[in-house]
């Protein structure tokens, strides 16, 4: 899927290592506990200090691997400021950490830190029964339905503390670092605002979870908002990047390696979820659930960490889909019902 895409450079940092990727631009690693086992973090060099993009995920690993950073890497400088892309947990995870650690701002989008204060509070019994319905009527049974009561804490794990305050960016915002100009590009659907970041000069784009380069990022309808079209605002994002960027830029992902090619990969990421629409559209031609469409969308077996993402991706299909006039939804009736979704002829 990556053949028209150029890597620059084969190996990632190991962790604890940066490497040079850009002008400015340092490219760190660390470790995630899933199947995703990496996130790529951004250190900038910022005048008399250093500029960090996310943060990774709060492991006692991540903040060892910070801690040597500090120590070897930094030049004797300070970070000055925390920029976060998205709410995500290897995204904000150490953000409240190195904040402090440094007495640093963080910078990001209202919606980003908003959405991580909500998910990184005390879950209550209430939410936990919504999440279980939630799932019920996407067509899981009752023992897998609990994934889902069970989610806000895992997100609490990745993300102990969120800073109590941030300084807000959002789409145009220009960040001036170290004398050069990054704009702030505001994509949707994989995350409520998210900021990825374009220096026109030196032709570089960190892009967050908003572009990969070798997995699609997730799309899924959440929780708190159970009838969403996240698909429609990721499609709508991915054409507003592609009108907002030249073609030669040097992508900086979160996941796997920087590469050059970026509308080639954001012309694949609509084919393929183009490709996928198709797909859910042939599987409806009998009433199906979210649940029944999993064993169509994903032929391996999923874990359950993976179940939840599959599941939401599965609703944005459905309901993107339902959006533009190719399916309507049988809800049964009652609000418990399973909701399911059939082609129209
Ligand atoms: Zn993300």
Redesign the pocket.
Known sequence: MDGSLEFPVATPPVPGDTVPIAPGVHWLRMRLPFALNHINLWLLEDGPGWTIVDCGYALDETRDTWQRIFAERLAGRPVRRVIV??Y?P??IGLAGWLTERWEAPLWTTEKEWLHAQTHAREPDEATAAFRRAFALRAGLDSDASGIFAERQGGYRRGVPSVPPAYRRIGDGTAIEIDGRVWRVIIGEG??PE?ACLFCAETGVLIA??QILPRIS??ISVQTQEPDGDPLARYLASLKKLRAALPPDILVLP?HNLPFYGVYERIDELAAHHAARCDEVIAACARPLSAAGLLPVLFRRQLDRHQMGFALGEALAHLHYLEGQGALVRESGGSADAVNRFVACH
């Open positions: 892309t998205h995500h290897d995204h994989h995350a998210h967050g979870d990022p997730n979160s």
